[in-house]
Nanobody
Framework: QVQLVESGGGLVQPGGSLRLSCVAS????????MGWYRQAPGKQRELVAA???????NYVDSVKGRSTIFRDNAKNTVYLAMNSLKPEDTAVYFC?????????WGQGTQVTVSS
């Protein structure tokens, strides 16, 4: 069983920055891929960024160059730093991991980009 708790969302103006955090319970955090997804109203949930146990990262094209995913294994925490935020980044952001065939999700944190 893994519990994921996100934080760091909020209201930010276009062009602003946010850093999301996700703390995972349990052991062996460092061994697993961690991901950030988002879901905007009326849209499907999409993968924003992921990081492997070895630190390899991948990003959806729409956030490349504006976002960085990184992890602190000593703190069982994965982060998503987002810069140059746009209104289209508005969504609920979810932390994700998997253990075998079981997917684990956090409760989500709202990010709203608006002036």
């Amino acid at each position: 069983q893994v519990q994921l708790v996100e934080s760091g969302g909020g209201l930010v103006q276009p062009g602003g920055s946010l850093r999301l955090s996700c703390v995972a319970s349990g052991s062996s955090f460092s061994m697993y891929v961690m991901g950030w997804y988002r879901q905007a109203p009326g849209k499907q949930r999409e993968l924003v960024a992921a990081i492997t146990s070895g630190g390899t990262t991948n990003y959806v094209d729409s956030v490349k160059g504006r976002s960085t995913i990184f992890r602190d294994n000593a703190k069982n925490t994965v982060y998503l730093a987002m810069n140059s935020l746009k209104p289209e980044d508005t969504a609920v952001y979810f932390c994700h991991t998997r253990r075998g065939s079981v997917n684990y999700w956090g409760q989500g944190t709202q990010v709203t980009v608006s002036s």
